[in-house]
């Protein structure tokens, strides 16, 4: 039985499956769209580190200011990402094995400490480079 349901499930994939064929046509507007955009964003990250340079005086510090930046930016997003998933290791599976809610405590704990650092950090560059420096 189990063998018929696997052949007949291997046929429906074969048959079910459809060819698509692309034209050129629509692509080439598409492409010259996304080609733009993606001009435009590297100019704006240019323009942007380039502020970051004027602003600190130095290419390595205004380097390291924009890296910063970026890295406090894209932190919160997978910061919460991460807090879900070790919610659902501490409250969800952990309900059932005691091993996986210390994990998922653990991996919590790991991912808030890493997020607080991340958004700590380029203010503590700045009031070091800025303040200090001169």
């Given at each position: 039985m189990k063998k018929l349901i696997a052949i007949i499930f291997i046929i429906f994939i074969?048959?079910?499956?459809?060819?698509?064929?692309?034209?050129?046509?629509?692509?080439?507007l598409k492409t010259e769209t996304a080609t733009s955009n993606l001009v435009?964003?590297?100019?704006?990250?240019w323009n942007s580190l380039q502020d970051y340079q004027a602003?600190?005086?130095n290419d390595t510090y205004g380097l390291a200011a924009y890296i910063l930046n970026v890295v406090r930016i894209y932190s919160i997003p997978f910061g919460f990402v991460g807090i879900v998933i070790a919610a659902i290791y501490r409250y969800v599976i952990g309900i059932r094995k005691l091993d996986?809610?210390?994990?998922?405590?653990?991996?919590?704990?790991?991912?808030i400490t890493?997020?607080?650092i991340c958004q700590v950090l380029p203010l503590i560059f700045a009031i070091?480079?800025?303040g200090w420096r001169g």
């Amino acid at each position: 039985m189990k063998k018929l349901i696997a052949i007949i499930f291997i046929i429906f994939i074969i048959f079910g499956t459809v060819s698509v064929y692309a034209t050129n046509e629509n692509n080439a507007l598409k492409t010259e769209t996304a080609t733009s955009n993606l001009v435009e964003l590297k100019d704006k990250a240019w323009n942007s580190l380039q502020d970051y340079q004027a602003a600190y005086g130095n290419d390595t510090y205004g380097l390291a200011a924009y890296i910063l930046n970026v890295v406090r930016i894209y932190s919160i997003p997978f910061g919460f990402v991460g807090i879900v998933i070790a919610a659902i290791y501490r409250y969800v599976i952990g309900i059932r094995k005691l091993d996986v809610q210390d994990k998922g405590f653990g991996v919590l704990v790991a991912i808030i400490t890493v997020m607080v650092i991340c958004q700590v950090l380029p203010l503590i560059f700045a009031i070091v480079v800025r303040g200090w420096r001169g």
